[in-house]
């Protein structure tokens, strides 16, 4: 008989539930529309910014794969495609590193093309110093290092080797080498 009793105090309990359940969503429909309404826009954005978002990456990182001189990479970095991209600043790296190595080769036989390369290529290395990536970052100070020293700024060169050389690098390939 326990048994039977307490069978027939949870349909009592839970039929009382579902009534006041039921009153709840009668009273408030209007709220709990406009809640899961809200709710389904939010995702949906979020589903449509984040494919966009790897869409644009994926942009970003196609372009810098096929870029080949430094012309090419340094396009790649002003495309608004890619703007805002780590890709965009590793183009940008890779242009002025690849300007670099041009100009120190042209310092041989056209000294003022090769120092007009070397000064983009610093203004480069100099937008990517402050970088947030730590390898871009420390690469950059490698770049503007070699070319400042190919320029003949001697100061300027030990400031960028002198950085490298910091404890905020220690653990760094540049680190030994500067």
């Known amino acids: 008989m326990k048994s039977e009793h307490r069978?027939?105090?949870?349909?009592?309990?839970?039929?009382?539930?579902?009534?006041?359940?039921?009153?709840?969503v009668e009273e408030h429909a209007l709220k709990i529309t406009i809640i899961i309404c809200v709710i389904a826009v939010a995702v949906a954005a979020y589903r449509i910014f984040s494919t966009r978002s790897f869409?644009?990456?994926?942009?970003?990182?196609?372009?810098f794969s096929n870029a080949r001189t430094a012309d090419d990479f340094l396009a790649v970095a002003d495309s608004d495609l890619v703007k805002g991209?780590?890709?965009?600043?590793?183009?940008?790296?890779?242009?002025?590193?690849?300007?670099?190595?041009?100009?120190?080769?042209?310092?041989?036989?056209?000294?003022a093309n090769a120092v007009t390369e070397l000064t983009s290529a610093r203004d480069d290395f100099n937008k990517l110093v402050e970088n947030d990536d730590s390898m871009i970052k420390q690469r950059a100070i490698f770049g503007l290092?070699?070319?400042?020293?190919?320029?003949?700024?001697?100061?300027?060169?030990?400031?960028?080797?002198?950085?490298?050389?910091?404890?905020?690098?220690?653990?760094?390939?540049?680190?030994k080498q500067a």
């Open 55 to 63: 869409a644009s990456q994926s942009t970003a990182w196609y372009e």
């Open 85 to 111: 991209t780590p890709a965009a600043d590793w183009a940008l790296l890779m242009g002025a590193e690849m300007r670099l190595s041009q100009a120190v080769q042209l310092m041989f036989t056209d000294r």
């Open 145 to 175: 290092a070699r070319t400042e020293e190919s320029l003949g700024n001697l100061e300027a060169a030990r400031a960028a080797y002198k950085q490298l050389g910091s404890d905020e690098f220690e653990n760094s390939v540049y680190h």
């Open 7 to 24: 069978h027939e105090l949870q349909t009592n309990d839970l039929s009382k539930l579902t009534q006041k359940g039921a009153r709840f």
